[in-house]
């Protein structure tokens, strides 16, 4: 048997990594930026993760949700606490695109309707529904596309509204800022105002903070750059540090029945233990904090770089932007520069998402290295022409 061959690799294979670095076989080197798609939340391999994890798997790694499991209602009350959303209750699965599933699922029976309003250039994952208000026909089936799902460009409260009145929408699904999409986000003035079309017209307003919270914008939840109260919250990635876990957070005007959701392996032992210890760090490390001073110095030695267009993005989810594509720079700076970074669907764009408790001298170790590659790319395309 082979593995199905779905993903383009690099030719890399990284076999152990602590903190903001990742060592492949051969024993090189990495820094990492690019956090495993923004999944690395309070570094690789953190001392206080891994003893919980391994002290916890000890005891019990998993049982199902028909027993009581306490670890669940612990990591409720600090999540509330900590993303000042005391008033949602909690809902665990397993990953981003499950949870969005859920809510969206969730909507349509809160609502009795079915139609979905989702946003250009979104990305919300691969399951059925999720990635039906997913806007790439690449990656929908035709069984995904039997989905009722209206795309709107994002900042356009006008055609918000026009497709809100036809009075047959379920819910409206945007993230807090876009990942896969490239970094592109609605203004505050677009995020109160469908919040409040969505509550006139009695839509459910979703909001994806799967890739964008997690203290990845420098508040805990992009959203809160807006001050508006979405009815559902989904999350994943950062919230277990690379163990598998996602949720919701579900406002409480939202009742919950025996059987409404489920599923087998969410919220398991490990996985709670896995998303606590990544609170207590957050929390004793004060990484979101360290999100705003490492964001504002990125944003200072960017303006060095005269080949960047504009930088998007809020925190440590930044997109630098060129005018031509990064492919060739960012295999330049993998295995010239050993630094992992990300791409999205703008090949212009290079996406910065490192663990949240990087550090200003290993973003200066980026920006110098940038500016060898470019200089490289420079001078070969000089001799080419």
Request: hydrophobic content about 40%.
């Amino acid at each position: 048997m082979k593995l199905f061959d779905v993903y383009p690799l690099y030719d890399v294979t990284p076999v152990k990594a602590k903190g903001c670095y990742i060592y492949d076989d051969k024993d090189t080197k990495y820094l990492d930026l690019y956090g495993g798609h923004g999944v690395i939340s309070i570094g690789h391999s953190h001392d206080t993760y891994v003893t919980a994890i391994s002290e916890q798997v000890q005891k019990m790694g998993f049982y199902s949700n028909s027993v009581k499991n306490p670890l669940q209602e612990a990591l409720a009350v600090k999540l509330g606490k900590f993303s000042q959303c005391e008033n949602y209750d909690l809902f665990l699965c397993n990953s981003g695109a499950e949870a969005n599933e859920n809510a969206l699922k969730l909507a349509s029976f809160e609502t009795g309707k079915s139609k979905i309003i989702a946003f250009e250039r979104a990305f919300h994952g691969r399951t059925s529904a999720a990635v039906s208000v997913t806007d790439n026909p690449k990656i929908n089936a035709p069984l995904n596309k039997q989905h009722e799902v209206v795309f709107l460009p994002l900042n356009d409260l006008d055609s918000l509204e026009k497709e809100l009145s036809t009075n047959d929408i379920a819910a409206v699904i945007i993230e807090g800022i876009q990942g896969v999409g490239g970094l592109d986000q609605g203004s505050t003035e677009f995020f109160r105002g469908m919040e409040k079309l969505c509550f006139a017209y009695g839509v459910l307003l979703i909001l994806d903070e799967i890739q964008s919270g997690y203290g990845r914008s420098g508040k805990f939840f992009a959203f809160q750059h807006h001050d508006i109260q979405p009815d559902i919250i989904t999350i994943a990635k950062g919230m277990g540090n690379g163990f598998p876990i996602g949720g919701l957070l579900i406002s409480d005007k939202i009742k919950a029945s025996y059987g409404l959701l489920g599923t087998t392996f969410g919220g398991n032992h490990l996985a709670c233990t896995a998303a606590l210890s990544v609170l207590d760090v957050m929390e004793q490390e004060r990484l979101i904090e360290n999100v705003n001073k490492v964001s504002s110095h990125f944003l200072n030695r960017i303006k060095e770089i005269e080949e960047v267009i504009i930088v998007k993005g809020k925190g440590l989810m930044l997109g630098v932007t060129f005018d031509f594509s990064v492919s060739e720079l960012r295999k330049s700076l993998i295995f010239e520069e050993h630094i992992f970074t990300g791409g999205s669907s703008n090949p212009n764009l290079l996406r910065i998402l490192p663990p949240l408790g990087v550090t200003t001298k290993q973003i200066d170790v980026f920006i110098d290295a940038l500016k060898r590659v470019l200089e490289k790319i420079e001078n070969k395309n000089k001799q080419l022409n």
